[in-house]
């Protein structure tokens, strides 16, 4: 049992009156040196002649030392899925998330998202809702003087107006003629500041009528920048309903966004020159008139942002990153990442629905605090020591390493005192092989030993064992009595007067450099 430690001054005596009943010192507890301040830079006084006794050896276990480990996961590919609902005019939100393993707690979050993609409709005013603003109209009239007309219309699928293009047969005293491609037609010109077009389709509904129906030569048409993308005949179309066309999947090499203006025109055009003896007019209406077009963009166009981050855009459009560090630490997992947007403008123009995509990676960076073991034990919390007299001290200890599932670029790194030099560093499958070269820090001076395990390998988990050596100052050391003199002695007893005499001196046996004071520690055990 530990009874009593006493402070004493290297290489000056400590007197040691003793009050209590006899009790024996034992010498096999010498101080571990590293826990021992420099000594004074002037050798002690040899009593009587005698050389001082030589410690003996000693090994034990020391204070763990704390280890800081860090490693990042990233759960990449996930899908990301965002709409704006026109008839509400609120935009939607969608979650990624990242695992974060038990004991762990999450420092930094890396989000990447890319492929990202939106998709909208840009003619303005493609439902005609209450006039025909942003169209303009003609017609090209070949061979003869037809009547051609082109007005906004109440009423339509939509209940809010639509549009017709119109051409009246010439009268030649026996028929009503149409030349072949007379046409009649409303247009759009419009600008899209986006990129990278995915995908692209119309869609629309029309109706086609003549004074005989549907029983006309006569063709409903789409033209995107002066190519006929889509066209049906009356005959096809068979009746005079109201038709949908669904969407019409179109060329994207038919557009040159953002540097060139899209021209969309809808009209009807005669196939053929052709005279009808009562067909006197023919007739096509339009009315949601969709261009919907998936194009890369920034995330500062729709106002992307991730957990109240703003999305920084990057160099191309469809790429984007944030970085978030938490104000207080994540500890439970899922790890979330939410996404809220708007559109620009907000609402929209048009006010149609909006669909956003993307992938996204989440990079997570998590720690935890570890302690070194003395031994291949969970429970072996410490390190272990062994102080020769006139060696270095020697101190050795493990760490257990565990790395989560799908975790890598695992770091560790540990504080230990400025005497310490690391010597051997091994992985858990080579325990024979030093990979010290391989690590950072270490040197005599640096206090810190960083250990980047899955550089090192591809199989990290398991013991890995470390090494580290620091200067034994403490050469040796006597217990003494004063008897008329200063003699070795085994016992303190009540009434004598005792002291500890001890030689501190480096590794080449002499004074440490630059050393003016030192402190020891002097424990006495098991008192009889």
Same mark, same amino acid.
């Given at each position: 049992m530990k009874i009593r430690t006493v402070t004493i001054l290297a290489l000056c005596i400590l007197l040691i009156p003793v009050l209590f009943q006899p009790i024996t010192a034992q010498a096999t507890n010498p101080i571990p040196a590293s826990n021992l301040a420099p000594s004074t830079s002037q050798a002690p006084d040899v009593p009587n002649g005698e050389p001082i006794v030589p410690l003996p050896d000693y090994n034990g276990e020391g204070n763990a030392r704390f280890v800081h480990e860090v490693a990042n996961r990233t759960d990449g590919n996930q899908a990301v899925f965002l709409f704006y609902d026109s008839s509400t005019q609120t935009a939607g939100t969608d979650s990624a998330s990242v695992v974060l393993p038990p004991s762990w707690t999450g420092y930094r979050l890396d989000y990447s998202i890319y492929d990202l993609y939106e998709n909208r409709t840009w003619a303005l005013n493609p439902s005609f809702n209450g006039g025909s603003s942003q169209w303009t109209s003609g017609y090209n009239d070949l +061979?003869?003087? @037809? =009547? /051609?007309?082109?007005t906004w219309q109440s009423g339509g699928p939509d209940g809010n107006g639509y549009v017709r293009v119109q051409e009246d047969g010439r009268w030649d005293g026996a028929y009503y003629r149409y030349d072949n491609n007379d046409r009649t037609w409303w247009t759009q010109t419009f600008s899209v500041n986006r990129s990278d077009m995915n995908w692209v389709a119309i869609k629309m509904d029309y109706r086609v009528d003549s004074a005989w129906g549907s029983n006309a030569l006569f063709n409903v048409y789409v033209r995107i920048n002066g190519t006929q993308v889509w066209a049906k005949g009356f005959q096809s179309v068979? !009746? =005079? @309903?109201?038709? @949908? =066309?669904?969407f019409l999947e179109l060329d994207v090499g038919l557009f040159d966004i953002p540097n060139s203006a899209i021209e969309l025109e809808i009209g009807m055009f005669s196939t053929m020159s052709v005279g009808y003896s009562s067909n006197n007019w023919m007739r096509v209406e339009f009315d949601n008139v969709w261009l919907y077009m998936k194009n890369k963009v920034y995330p500062s166009e729709i106002n992307l942002q991730m957990n109240g981050l703003d999305v920084e855009d990057q160099v191309s459009r469809g790429f984007g990153f944030v970085q978030q560090i938490p104000t207080s630490v994540w500890t439970t997992t899922p790890v979330i990442s939410n996404l809220v947007w708007v559109p620009t403008p907000n609402p929209p123009n048009p !006010?149609? !629905?909006?669909? #956003? %995509?993307a992938l996204c990676d989440l990079n997570l960076f998590a720690n935890k605090t570890g302690s070194t073991l003395y031994e291949q034990s969970? =429970?072996? #919390? +410490? &390190? +272990? /020591?062994?102080? &020769?007299?006139?060696? @270095? %001290?020697s101190w050795t200890f493990y760490y257990q390493l565990a790395l989560p599932s799908q975790y890598w670029n695992d770091v560790f790194n540990l504080t230990i005192p400025t005497d310490w030099e690391v010597i051997f560093v091994s992985e858990p499958q080579l325990p024979l092989i030093n990979k010290i070269g391989q690590c950072q820090g270490g040197v005599l001076g640096d206090g810190y030993l960083i250990i980047p395990s899955t550089d090192i390998t591809v199989s990290p988990d398991g013991y890995w064992y470390i090494e580290a050596e620091s200067h034994n100052y403490v050469d040796s050391a006597e217990l003494q009595i004063f008897n008329g003199g200063w003699n070795p002695t085994s016992a303190i007893r009540a009434g004598n007067m005792t002291r500890v005499q001890a030689r501190i001196l480096d590794g080449s046996n002499n004074p440490p450099l630059g050393v003016t004071s030192t402190q020891a520690n002097v424990s006495i055990y098991e008192p009889g």
């Open positions: +061979g003869g003087s @037809n =009547t /051609f007309a082109q068979g !009746d =005079t @309903n109201w038709h @949908n =066309t669904g !006010d149609l !629905d909006i669909q #956003v %995509t969970p =429970t072996a #919390v +410490g &390190v +272990g /020591f062994s102080a &020769v007299s006139g060696q @270095n %001290t």
